[in-house]
């Protein structure tokens, strides 16, 4: 046995006799756990209320217990905190919103225009999200044929972060209406990260359970069924 | 006011009388909260027992709960149940193994052998995850500049299936080893579909609140502030 082999064995045997007591989770965190689920909103009007000190820090330590690709951790996570930067944010946001206005129907132009897509001037907070494509954690392992499930973790981090927040009370919006490659010089970040997301997060101006998008008419939810093949 | 208008007022309207409470989350559900995504883990050793009756189908509708790009829904769940299909997947997964095997240093190899990165033998259901890029739902919105937003939203929905299934005292591993475009065709599903990630999902044979590849000595999880900037 080589000594990386033995290595192994014994982080194993270590393991065995310090593990921590698993914990049970019943009928009631379950219900509790499918109303956060039900009530994670895309947030676009928020309270122009501060976050409390350390919160953005806290919820950002959470989202890193998300699963990575070999255990790979590519998310990079940019508070967005200069001026300058968030009007540039901004400016990125109105051309491409522009853009995507002239693509659809005048009605629903009118609707899409009203749906106030973004919450970049009332959210306290906006965190930048990219995957680090280029990291050499985790050696590579399992991104081989797939080198986008790198961005899927990213993607899961975000979701992570997402219902701790609304467990704080905390609302997130996600902006994907924007130029990836703009945002990335916009914040000065290596040109090998990968834009994944743009978050507002704040204190929600109202709560609900059902998708902002749906309440306004633009689309509906359809029933699981129909998503579901055999094979 | 134009019809569709009037109607969009009309439906925020009625959702003010009868909006359900929402619900408070108390700092012993954000507890038991952080003990889920702890203890979530990417499993590879499951029980050779069946899933209770309509438990998958169960799973699969608490994950379309989840946040989708203009509310597009791209998710497809493909439960893959015959035994053919089963042993391509296998064989996919054992062919881009063994290529991802040369491309570590021999020491590495050895121990990347024994991690056992999939559980297609043991886990009594397996479910292949499909983008739908093609899907009208959402009319496009939200998607134009960066359409790989659909494939986040269902990488989202995997996580939410993790969760969930956790808290059932389920364990799912994600099996990334494969060939996307060998995938859609062992599965024969439309080719504008885009392979995400392929599931084993059953009853994980221990609990562990550290990663599998952190025990294995792999790699190890790095402190949060590492991957936090402001701009």
Redesign the interface.
């Known amino acids: 046995m080589?000594s990386?082999?033995r290595?192994?064995e014994q982080?194993?045997a270590e393991?065995e006799g310090q593990?921590?007591e698993?914990?049970a989770?019943d009928a009631s965190?379950?219900a509790?756990?499918?109303?956060?689920?039900?009530?994670?909103r895309?947030v676009r009007r928020f309270k122009r209320l501060a976050l409390p000190e350390g919160a953005i820090?806290r919820l950002?330590?959470?989202?890193?217990?998300?699963?990575s690709?070999?255990?790979?951790?590519p998310?990079?996570?940019?508070?967005?905190?200069?001026e300058m930067?968030r009007a540039a944010i901004r400016d990125c946001f109105q051309a491409?919103n522009k853009?995507?206005l002239e693509?659809?129907a005048p009605?629903?132009a009118?609707?899409?225009a009203?749906l106030k897509?973004a919450g970049l001037d009332e959210a306290p907070v906006q965190v930048s999200v990219f995957a680090d494509r280029a990291t050499a954690?985790?050696?590579?392992?399992?991104?081989?044929?797939?080198p986008?499930?790198l961005?899927?973790s990213v993607?899961?981090a975000?979701?992570?972060l997402?219902?701790?927040a609304?467990?704080?009370?905390l609302g997130v919006g996600?902006v994907?209406?924007?130029?990836?490659s703009r945002m990335t010089a916009i914040?000065?970040?290596p040109s090998d990260w990968v834009f994944?997301?743009h978050l507002c997060v704040g204190y929600p101006e109202a709560?609900?359970?059902?998708?902002a998008?749906?309440?306004?008419?633009?689309?509906?939810?359809?029933p699981?069924e129909g998503?579901?093949?055999?094979?």
């Open positions: 080589d990386f082999s290595q192994f982080r194993f393991r593990q921590a698993p914990p989770f965190f379950r509790r756990l499918l109303d956060l689920l039900k009530w994670r895309d820090e950002i330590s959470i989202a890193c217990l998300s699963p690709v070999g255990l790979s951790e998310w990079r996570f940019v508070l967005v905190e200069d930067r491409c853009d995507a693509m659809q009605d629903r009118a609707l899409y009203r897509l954690q985790g050696s590579g392992l399992g991104r081989r044929t797939m986008e499930t961005d899927y993607a899961i975000i979701h992570t997402w219902l701790a609304r467990a704080e009370g996600w994907s209406i924007l130029d990836p914040l000065d970040v994944i997301g709560e609900d359970d059902t998708p998008l749906e309440r306004a008419g633009w689309e509906q939810r359809r699981p998503v579901v093949l055999r094979r």
